[in-house]
């Protein structure tokens, strides 16, 4: 890589998430469609539409995954861009690495395996850092958020995508069926695997919502630390700024 790094060491709970992903790395695509009816496709075009990101930028995606986030990130970003994708997953990375090779994506990418509370780059190494459906999966959220700020240049800007609270009253009891019966239902028929799927909407209703969230940013240092609900609050997407 252009900092000399691959992996850095990651804790015994770091292991165990890593695990859960490792478990449906291979479907991940899939249940995302099928969970969100395939909305999610929709949520990380408006995520990276409306990233503040120019032509020849360096962007960090954390908890990149399979890649969807940086894929959509290289047409803002262009020929001379340069994207770093790291998750603490190694099997994630090498299918997210997989599937940008075999879109003829290979120019200005770079996968690094690391854990987002300890990030193996210098301060002021990227005009944007993203995190798409991972925050929510990191143990110490507070120090990889203080993390994101540090490797971000000043003026750049960091972008969150999570699940969050949604807003309406009524459609609570529907989204807790969906959460808690479909969902576990959906992750054994088409995975083979309940319990991922049922620690997943675990750590949604976990997960600090929208206020709660924002107050984290203003705490690790962000300037102007904003959000905005989509579809009615069942992800938001929080920003922050390097002053
Ligand atoms: N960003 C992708 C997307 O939107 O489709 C993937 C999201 S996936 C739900 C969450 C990812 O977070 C997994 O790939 C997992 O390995 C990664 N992850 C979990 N904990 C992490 C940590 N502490 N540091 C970096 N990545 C982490």
Redesign the pocket.
């Known amino acids: 890589t252009h900092f000399g790094y691959r992996e850095v060491p990651v804790g015994e709970k ?1 292991k165990l ?2 695990e859960v ?1 490792s478990s449906v790395a291979g479907n991940y695509d899939l249940m ?1 469609d099928l969970m969100s009816m395939g909305i999610h496709r929709l949520w ?1 075009r408006y995520f990276v539409a409306t990233a503040q990101v120019r032509r020849g930028a360096r962007v960090l995606d ?5 890649g ?2 940086a894929a959509l990130l290289k047409d803002r970003v262009g020929e001379t861009g340069e994207l770093v994708l ?4 190694g099997e ?1 990375l090498r299918v997210g690495r997989d599937r940008m090779t075999d879109r003829g994506n290979v120019r200005g990418f770079e996968y690094v395996q ?4 300890k990030l193996p780059f210098p301060d002021g190494s990227f005009d944007l850092v993203t995190i ?3 925050l929510r ?3 110490d959220k507070d120090a ?1 958020l203080r993390e994101m700020l540090r490797v971000l240049k000043v003026g750049g800007q960091a972008r969150v995508l999570e699940f969050s609270e949604v807003r309406a009253e009524w459609f609570r009891p529907l989204y807790d069926f969906h959460s808690f019966k479909v969902l576990p239902r959906l992750g054994r028929l088409f995975a083979g695997d309940a319990d991922s799927y049922r620690y997943l909407a675990e750590s949604i209703r976990k997960h600090p919502p929208q206020d709660e969230l924002r107050g984290m940013m203003e705490a690790a240092g962000f300037a102007r630390a904003r959000y905005r609900n989509l579809s009615g609050g069942i992800v938001a997407i929080h920003d922050g700024w390097k002053a």
């Open positions: 770091q998430v890593g992903f995302n990380k954390l908890a990149g995954g399979t969807d986030i790291g998750d603490i997953n994630m690391c854990n987002a509370e798409a459906f991972g999966n990191v143990t990889a």
